[in-house]
């Protein structure tokens, strides 16, 4: 038997008036979204505990069937897992974006999208200002996205779970001093952040940047510090090879750190351009290979368009999730015998306040052994008219797979 979850990054909305009044799922046309709505059954699930900060990196592991609350220890260890850097169990893993800070405020969180090449400059110039200290390692990235691990060594890292850092992302524009890291092993990391400052202002490559009038970077700043989530395998917790299509650096991580195979697709973009056909194809084609059981495929464009406020774009990705992913996918698995089909996302993701939110989002389940509910859409109205609600999102998982 056959799994397979698709996962409309954000997709759950508000209402919205340049939509006559309709969420962006009720205005799009997803014939196929909702055929499983109508063969099968929709719900409602929580991805996201009140307590936590909403995210893909918190509402995915829930949606995997992982209690976020029990298994989240932070943003960076999955990058790390992403990446394929190893962490030791005392080890520690930090996020250290490149930033610009002007007059005390975060100005840009990404050093206005500094480039790989000067990034992995700084990364150097950083590594080189610790020449010695065995402790701690800088890794390059991507642009302004790197990491900072502390390797323990047998010595227990001065950072807990009251270690507390501020996303940079969620500053913009304000001052740091309050979002400065605090409790225990705080002041290591403001030290770290404040040596960048001279460091990055005489770099020659930097400075040359900067003189072109652009925001570069004037710092480091530390986040999303945790260490090696402890996960049971997919396959121990339920007993199905999985595997996960994504643009996306977290969802690689975990998937890795869940023993799933992770396929990568050309023209995932991760953007509302993806190319969202040929992940269709590349869902069916693993199925198709006999060595995964359950095919996840993650689609980010309608979070995308939500950040942006784009709630005509967010429809049309959502029409091109549904035609080229949801419609294909689902014709092979009915031709291929006993089947189970998820929809759901991780999280709101508001086109009015463009960023993720906490709530229910509407999840549509349909194959065999799942009776109809009688729902006619696959839409935030008809998951909130419907009995089924997981108020531990966490739980929709084992659903998936019951009796199987
Ligand atoms: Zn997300």
Known sequence: MKFALVIPDGVADEPQDSLGGKTPLQAARIPHMDEVARIGLVGRADHV???????????????????????????????????GIELGPLDWCIRCNFVTVTDGRMTSFTA???????????????????CGDEHWKFYAGVSYRNLLVYRARGVAAPFGPATHTTPPHDITDQLIEPYLPHGPGSEVLCELMERSKPLFAACPENQARAATGVHTATQCWLWGQGQRPAFKSFMERFGKRGAVITAVDLLRGLGRL????VIEV??????????YAAKGRAAIQALKDDVTDFIVVHVEATDEASHEGRADEKV???????????????????SQGAYRLLVCPDHPTF???????????????????????????????????SPIRLDRGCELMPLLFRDT
């Open 49 to 83: 505990p009140a307590s936590m900060p909403s995210g893909s990196d918190v509402g995915t592991m829930s949606l995997f069937g992982y209690d976020p609350l029990e298994y989240h220890t932070g943003r960076a260890p999955l990058e790390a897992a992403a990446q």
């Open 316 to 334: 049309k990705a959502l029409e091109q999730i549904d035609q080229h992913i949801v419609g294909p996918l689902h014709e092979y698995l009915k």
């Open 258 to 261: 869940l023993g799933w195979n």
């Open 351 to 385: 086109l009015r306040t463009k960023t993720h939110s906490h709530g229910y989002v509407p999840f549509a389940l349909c194959g065999r052994g799942v009776t109809a509910g009688g729902a006619g859409t696959y839409d935030e109205v008809t998951a909130a008219a």
């Open 266 to 275: 050309a023209g995932a973009t991760g953007y509302l351009d993806t190319d």
């Open 112 to 130: 206005e999208q500094i480039p790989n090449e000067l990034g992995k400059t700084l990364i150097e110039v950083l590594q080189r200002d610790h």
